[in-house]
């Protein structure tokens, strides 16, 4: 059995005095696909930006491919490179078009000549479906576009992993299909992804786990038929009744 890709260990986080992450325990393997579901303040964001170590952890320890990325000695932008890191708001940069933003990070932190970084992103953004809008600039993009044009950003760093956190919660209802669509697609060719959401669909459909936080801590972890078909607890249950 090779290592899971990423490992979480007796992990805790604090905010001065509030304990946001009670001991969190979860490993995903090679090519899983694992939501994470929550009341909103149950700490999903946090965990999120522990394992790629946008938060110090205050305790425990995570390893991504193998890595200890708690490690104090640890190479930090070594680690970020290895993990694709897509949030709600998009982040791109507004003043640079599509190729651009997905060319500058390449050049600026992998090294890459301009050849490569082009190529690498005219790969990616035909990836996303958006090989026409390669010389846009963000601000003409819808959100959905932007929200693939992040993804592909993220991809053209090679990245290990994938983190997502919520990334279709700030998009029109009619935009949320084509960025789902992209991450099926991803998880289709094998990606290691950690996905934020409430998209229950897409939870069910897709993840080979679901794991479901509340209060800082791990509720249940489970197939999508076991947590979100049938969940053991009453919490889980509750949270589920609600966005229905
Ligand atoms: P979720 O993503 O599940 O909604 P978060 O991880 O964003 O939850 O937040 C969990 C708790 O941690 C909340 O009470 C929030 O206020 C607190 N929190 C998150 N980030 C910070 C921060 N940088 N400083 C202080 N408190 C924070
Ligand atoms: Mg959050």
Same mark, same amino acid.
């Given at each position: 059995m090779s290592r899971p890709e990423i490992e979480v260990r007796a992990l805790h986080k604090s905010f001065g005095d509030n304990e946001v992450l009670r001991g969190i325990d979860l490993e995903i393997g090679r090519g899983e696909v694992v939501c994470v579901i929550g009341p909103s303040g149950s700490g999903k964001s946090t965990l999120l930006r522990c394992v790629n170590l946008l938060e110090e952890p205050s305790k425990g320890q995570v390893f991504v491919g193998g890595t200890e990325? %708690? +490690? *104090? +000695?640890? +190479?930090i932008d070594a680690v970020r490179r290895r993990i694709g890191m897509v949030f709600?708001?998009?982040?791109?940069?507004?003043?640079?078009s599509v190729t651009e933003n997905l060319t500058l990070p390449q050049r600026r932190v992998l090294g890459r000549d301009k050849a490569e970084a082009a190529r690498v992103a005219a790969e990616n953004l035909a990836r996303v479906g958006l090989s026409e809008k390669a010389d846009a600039y963000p601000a003409s993009l819808s959100g959905g576009q932007q929200q693939r044009v992040a993804i592909a950003r993220a991809l053209a760093m090679g990245p290990r992993v994938m983190l997502f956190d919520?990334? %279709?919660?700030?998009?029109d209802p009619e935009l949320v299909g084509d960025v789902l669509a992209v991450m099926r697609g991803l998880a289709e060719d094998g990606m290691t992804m950690m996905v934020v959401t409430h998209e229950m669909t897409f939870a069910r459909e897709v993840a080979d786990r679901v794991v479901f936080m509340d209060g800082g801590v791990i509720v249940e972890d489970g197939s999508p038929g076991q947590v979100?078909?049938? *969940?053991?607890h009453e919490r889980t249950r509750h949270f589920l009744s609600r966005l229905l």
């Amino acid at each position: 059995m090779s290592r899971p890709e990423i490992e979480v260990r007796a992990l805790h986080k604090s905010f001065g005095d509030n304990e946001v992450l009670r001991g969190i325990d979860l490993e995903i393997g090679r090519g899983e696909v694992v939501c994470v579901i929550g009341p909103s303040g149950s700490g999903k964001s946090t965990l999120l930006r522990c394992v790629n170590l946008l938060e110090e952890p205050s305790k425990g320890q995570v390893f991504v491919g193998g890595t200890e990325v %708690t +490690d *104090p +000695d640890v +190479d930090i932008d070594a680690v970020r490179r290895r993990i694709g890191m897509v949030f709600q708001q998009f982040n791109l940069f507004p003043h640079l078009s599509v190729t651009e933003n997905l060319t500058l990070p390449q050049r600026r932190v992998l090294g890459r000549d301009k050849a490569e970084a082009a190529r690498v992103a005219a790969e990616n953004l035909a990836r996303v479906g958006l090989s026409e809008k390669a010389d846009a600039y963000p601000a003409s993009l819808s959100g959905g576009q932007q929200q693939r044009v992040a993804i592909a950003r993220a991809l053209a760093m090679g990245p290990r992993v994938m983190l997502f956190d919520e990334p %279709t919660s700030a998009l029109d209802p009619e935009l949320v299909g084509d960025v789902l669509a992209v991450m099926r697609g991803l998880a289709e060719d094998g990606m290691t992804m950690m996905v934020v959401t409430h998209e229950m669909t897409f939870a069910r459909e897709v993840a080979d786990r679901v794991v479901f936080m509340d209060g800082g801590v791990i509720v249940e972890d489970g197939s999508p038929g076991q947590v979100i078909g049938s *969940p053991r607890h009453e919490r889980t249950r509750h949270f589920l009744s609600r966005l229905l």
